[in-house]
C-alpha cells in the first residue's frame, strides 16, 4: 500500500461547482497536512497548511483533516478558471528533518 | 520576504554529459534545502535535502550528487547524465528545524537526448 494515495483525474467542472479533491494516507504518525497548487511548466505553490484534525478555510479553500480515516479533503467553493491547475497533497509527521511525503496529483479544469 | 531562484530554467543535453544546476534562497538565513524530481505520472521525488552548509541527506540511490556550499545555496550535479534523468526538478526550502512547509522555486526543466 502507497503512504498517499490520490486521484490523479482529470477532473472537469463547469465555472461555479464545488470541487472536493482527496487524499487518502497510511501512515497514522503524520501529523501535517498540505495542500499544494501546480500550474502548468511551474513549481508547486504552497496552498493551505493544517496541523492534525478539523477543518482549516482560507477564503474560497477548505482544508479538512480527518485523522481517524486517514483522510483529507480540499474543498473549492465557486471555483473559477483560474483554479485550473494540479493540486498534490502532502504531509509529514513531526521529526523534523524528514521528508513531505506527497501525493501525485489531481489535475482539475474548470471550464467558462 | 523571501525569494527563491533557479536556473536555468530548461536544459537540454547530451547523454553522458555533466550537468549542474543551481538554487538559491533569499530573505532567511540557515534554512533546509531540498531538490526534486518531478517526472510524468511519478509524483515529486525527494532526490536530497541539506539542513546546513555541507550537510547533504540522499534519500534516493542513483548517478546525481548534491552541494551545499554556501549558506542559501544549493547545486545539483551529474558526472555523465543517463536518458532516465530527463525530467523536472525543483528546489525548495523550509524555515529551520521544520519540514512541514516547503517552498518551492521555478523548476529546471531537464531533456537528456
Known amino acids: 500500500q502507497k503512504e498517499v494515495e490520490q486521484d490523479p483525474g482529470p477532473l472537469s467542472v463547469p465555472e461555479g461547482a464545488i470541487v472536493s479533491l482527496n487524499c487518502t494516507y497510511s501512515?497514522?504518525?503524520?501529523?501535517?497536512f498540505m495542500w499544494y497548487r501546480q500550474y502548468s511548466r511551474k513549481g508547486p505553490e504552497l496552498l493551505m497548511y493544517?496541523?492534525?484534525?478539523g477543518n482549516k478555510e482560507d477564503g474560497r479553500f477548505t482544508a479538512q483533516v480527518d485523522k481517524s480515516s486517514k483522510y483529507i479533503s480540499l474543498f473549492i467553493r465557486d471555483s473559477q478558471p483560474s483554479d485550473s491547475a494540479t493540486y498534490l497533497c502532502?504531509?509529514?509527521?513531526?521529526?523534523?528533518?524528514?521528508?513531505?511525503?506527497f501525493g501525485k496529483g489531481t489535475t482539475l479544469s474548470v471550464s467558462s | 520576504s523571501q525569494t527563491i531562484h533557479q536556473w536555468p530554467a530548461t536544459l537540454v543535453q547530451p547523454v553522458g554529459s555533466p550537468l549542474s544546476l543551481e538554487c538559491t534562497v533569499e530573505g532567511t538565513s540557515n534554512p533546509n534545502l531540498y531538490w526534486y524530481r518531478q517526472a510524468a505520472g511519478r509524483g515529486l521525488q525527494l532526490l536530497f535535502y541539506?539542513?546546513?552548509?555541507?550537510?547533504i541527506s540522499s534519500e534516493v540511490p542513483q548517478n546525481l550528487s548534491a552541494s551545499r556550499p554556501q549558506d542559501r545555496q544549493f547545486i545539483l550535479s551529474s558526472k555523465k547524465l543517463l536518458l532516465s534523468d530527463s525530467g523536472f526538478y525543483l528546489c525548495?526550502?523550509?524555515?529551520?528545524?521544520?519540514?512541514?512547509?516547503?517552498?518551492f522555486g521555478p523548476g529546471t526543466r531537464l531533456l537528456v537526448l
Open positions: 501512515n497514522s504518525a503524520f501529523q501535517y
Open positions: 502532502a504531509m509529514s509527521t513531526s521529526k523534523a528533518g524528514t521528508a513531505l511525503i
Open positions: 541539506s539542513v546546513g552548509i555541507g550537510q
Open positions: 493544517t496541523y492534525s484534525s
Open positions: 525548495a526550502w523550509s524555515v529551520p528545524t521544520t519540514v512541514e512547509t516547503q517552498y
